[in-house]
């Protein structure tokens, strides 16, 4: 299975802040990476697909980057709606797998 | 748009079988492109992959997983579930369907849209 790791687990950040969060694999997926956020008792909801294409409808302050082994997924400027939970996830290989999550919490 | 509904049980006794039905809507499920997927995510911890079945019945399952999970699709009432077997209390999670959406020109550019809400079953006498 390929693993993912996400770096930090946890995240204080304030409004208007840029944030960026790192997801590594264990093998390299090309570009087969997306992240996902999660609100508290909501499922997640898709951000970025392939590592760096925004998905309809979500805020253009959302960007990824990466390609090989290492990812990023950036929030230009913090908005109050964004703290949540963000969970990359490979589709390079099945089984599907996702990285521990990111808590990203108001300073 | 399309939308996902689970169903299903909240409680099951241990060593019984977990059913869950997902309930698509505003699309088909016969659609090509689409794989139909489980997920869980135990209390407060991170989310696992069960596996996908295709509107022809075709599945993967999570090797893990695998001795336990059983899938199947009714395309005539536009649904899918998943069975799970021999339940104990590490089986506790909220349980989510979703749709699994591939391109055919790009292979393994997959991703997860959309989602059910999700629904919590607990294992427990």
């Known amino acids: 299975d390929i693993q993912m790791t996400q770096s930090p687990s946890s995240l204080s950040a304030s409004v208007g802040d840029r944030v960026t969060i790192t997801c590594r694999a264990s093998q390299s997926i090309s570009s087969n990476l997306n992240w996902y956020q999660q609100k508290p008792g909501k499922a997640p909801n898709l951000l970025i697909y392939?590592?760096?294409s925004l998905q309809s409808g979500v805020p253009s302050r959302f960007s990824g980057s990466g390609s090989g082994t290492d990812f990023t997924l950036t929030i230009s400027s913090l908005q109050r709606e964004d703290f949540a939970t963000y969970y990359c996830q490979q589709s390079y290989s099945t089984p599907r797998t996702f990285g521990q999550g990111t808590n990203l919490e108001i300073k | 748009q399309v939308q996902l509904q689970e169903s299903g049980p909240g409680l099951v006794k241990p060593s019984q079988t977990l059913s869950l039905t997902c309930t698509v809507s505003?699309?088909?499920?016969?659609?090509?492109?689409?794989?139909w997927s489980w997920i869980r995510q135990h209390p407060g911890k991170g989310l696992e992959w069960i596996g996908y079945i295709y509107y022809n019945g075709a599945t993967y399952y999570s090797p893990s997983l695998k001795s336990q999970v059983y899938m199947s699709v009714d395309t005539s009432k536009n649904q899918f579930s998943l069975n799970l077997h021999s339940m104990t209390a590490a089986d506790t999670a909220v349980y989510y369907c979703?749709?699994?959406?591939?391109?055919?020109?790009?292979?393994?550019?997959?991703?997860?849209?959309?989602w059910g809400q999700g629904i919590l079953v607990t294992v427990s006498s």
């Open positions: 505003g699309g088909s499920i016969s659609n090509a492109g689409f794989y």
């Open positions: 979703a749709r699994e959406v591939y391109s055919s020109s790009s292979i393994g550019i997959n991703w997860f849209d959309p």
């Open positions: 392939a590592a760096s």
